[in-house]
């Protein structure tokens, strides 16, 4: 992981990473099984730090994995005073890339599947670690610019780094003065775009880390332009299989040598929260039509949307079969969760999913839309012979 964001050129030895001459600090942040570790390490130098480089993840086994309250509020607000996005960075807050996960099932056609023909396919968006708008997801490409088995979908997913597929995998070191040619997986592709991010700082360090998301989304490069996922509304090409595309660091670089940062140069994001629960549950069948529900946010002034959160909460027999969609006054649709199996081990039978109590979602796939407007969520029931009830869920829009 090192070896790819910042391995050292010029030097006649080995080969040289992303950002070839950043500084890096290590901590281990999975020494032990204590949460605050983590929080620990991702609130270290906060003022000398410009990225987190994570390169681990919650299990990709299609169960919801939720982040520790520790690891929100060290990502956000920081704990025990130390700063987060809000602060970091002397006020321009921390960047925090992360893994958008390998739990891929082989594509949208679901290849994988169970005994019983059910769908493996893992959404990024069950990580409680990279679902948060604090964070940066990303995604893998190969050699060749497409998604490999194990790439996971998410309307979370920012961008893509490289990384390798079973033909050819990324050479970077190793311990103890070595190299090896086989690295894989999204834990490759994370210090790629971390490497980018130290590029940018290194000309502007003066960018916030919503100008940093903002930059990486409108410099990314279109891959597997093919790819039947992709669309393009307000100047972006979005694909829930890639994010905004595979990160371009010089054209990131260029971009941000130019750029004015939002509202001021804020770390503070505007927003808007809606929230319900309904009185008499919506009934979750496959044998009957999707139930939907909606709000009016006419009345946010939000005009460019940098964010999305949706809390869900539902109780089903096997929540693994539903589907759920958040669409946008303009119609724009970002897919929240599919139908997938859960795998708890390795028998290769389904294991119980556990409900959605207030789940966050997160999205990006709305980025620059404006928010008034209506907003309806939509919960499918995507395979026979379960049930179960939808009983509350919450809207919160993010951005200036």
Known sequence: VAGIAVARDGNAIGGAGVAPRASLGAYNALATSQDADIADALRRAPDVTGVYNNSWGSPDNGVLNAAE??????ITVGV???????????????????????????????????????CIDENSNFDGYVNKRAVIAVCAVDD????????????????????????IGITTTTPQGAYRSSFSGTSASTPMVSGVVAL????????????????LAQSARKNDPTDPGWTTHYGLHF???????????????KLARTWSTVDGGSPVMKSCTFSRTFGLPKELDSTKPAPTDSF??????????????????ATHTYSGDLR????????????????RLCLLDS?????????YNNWQFGSVRHLEEPSPGTWTLRVTDAQPGDVGTWTAWGLTIWGR
Not at 69 to 74: E, G, I, L, R, Y
Not at 157 to 166: A, D, F, M, P, T
Not at 324 to 339: F, R, T
Request: hydrophobic fraction near 35%; aromatic fraction near 6%.
């Open 144 to 167: 060749a610019g497409v998604a490999p088995s194990y790439g996971e979908p998410g309307a979370n997913i920012l961008v893509c780094g490289r990384s390798g597929n079973n033909r």
């Open 296 to 313: 009016d946010a006419s009345s946010c002034g939000i005009t460019r949307i940098e964010f999305i959160e949706v809390n869900f909460s």
């Open 324 to 339: 759920v969609e958040l669409i946008s006054p303009n119609g724009l649709i970002s897919k929240l969760a599919s139908e």
């Open 239 to 253: 694909n829930p299989k890639y994010g905004f595309g595979a990160a371009d660091a010089a054209e990131a670089v």
């Open 200 to 215: 940018m700082l290194k000309d502007r360090p003066d960018l916030t880390w919503r100008d940093v998301r903002l930059i």
């Open 80 to 118: 025990e005073g130390a700063p987060g996005v809000q602060a970091g960075r002397s006020g321009k807050g921390s960047i925090y890339v992360f893994p958008g996960g390998n739990g891929g099932g082989g594509g949208p056609d679901c290849h994988v599947q169970d005994l019983f023909g059910r």
């Open 347 to 355: 028998d290769n039978i389904a294991d119980p999913c556990g409900d």
């Open 69 to 74: 309250p520790s690891f929100v509020a060290a």
